[in-house]
C-alpha cells in the first residue's frame, strides 16, 4: 500500500467523523430544546387547567346558587352541557393544533438525508 493511499484513507475517515460529530451535536441540541420546550409545556398546561378548573368549578357554583329552588335542576343540567361542549371544542383544537407540528428532529434528518445522498455514488 503507498503512503497516499493510506493518508486519503484517513483524511476521509476523519471528514466522515466530524460530520457524524457534527449531526449528533445538532440532534443533541434539538433533543435538548425539545425536553425543555416539553416541560414547559406540560407546567404550563397543568397550571393553566387546575386555575381554569376552580374558576370555572366556583362561577358555575355561584350561578347555580342564585337561580330560584325550582330551576336549580335545570341550571345544573345547562352548566353540565356547557362544560361537555367546552370540553369537545377544546379536544378539537387540540387536533388540529397538533396535527400541524413539524416532526420531532426534522433538522437532523434532513442534514443526515443530505450527508447520505452525498455519500452515495
Known amino acids: 500500500m503507498s503512503a497516499g493511499f493510506l493518508e486519503s ?4 475517515l476523519a471528514g466522515v467523523l466530524d460530520v457524524g460529530r457534527t449531526r ?5 441540541t434539538e433533543l435538548r430544546e425539545e425536553l425543555a420546550r416539553l416541560a414547559a409545556t406540560v407546567l404550563g398546561g397543568l397550571a ?4 381554569v378548573a376552580l374558576g370555572l368549578a ?3 357554583a ?5 337561580v330560584s329552588e ?10 353540565a352541557a356547557l362544560f361537555l361542549l367546552a370540553a369537545g371544542v377544546v379536544a378539537l383544537q387540540m387536533r388540529r393544533m397538533t396535527a400541524g407540528k413539524p ?11 443530505r450527508d447520505l445522498d452525498a455519500i452515495r455514488p
Request: charged share 10%; aromatic share 12%.
Open 9 to 12: 484513507a484517513q483524511n476521509l
Open 103 to 113: 416532526r420531532a428532529f426534522d433538522a437532523t434528518i434532513s442534514e443526515l438525508q
Open 70 to 79: 325550582t330551576n336549580r335542576v335545570a341550571a345544573t343540567l345547562g352548566v
Open 62 to 66: 355561584g350561578f347555580i346558587l342564585t
Open 58 to 60: 366556583f362561577g358555575a
Open 24 to 28: 449528533f451535536e445538532l440532534f443533541g
Open 48 to 51: 393553566v387547567l387546575v386555575l
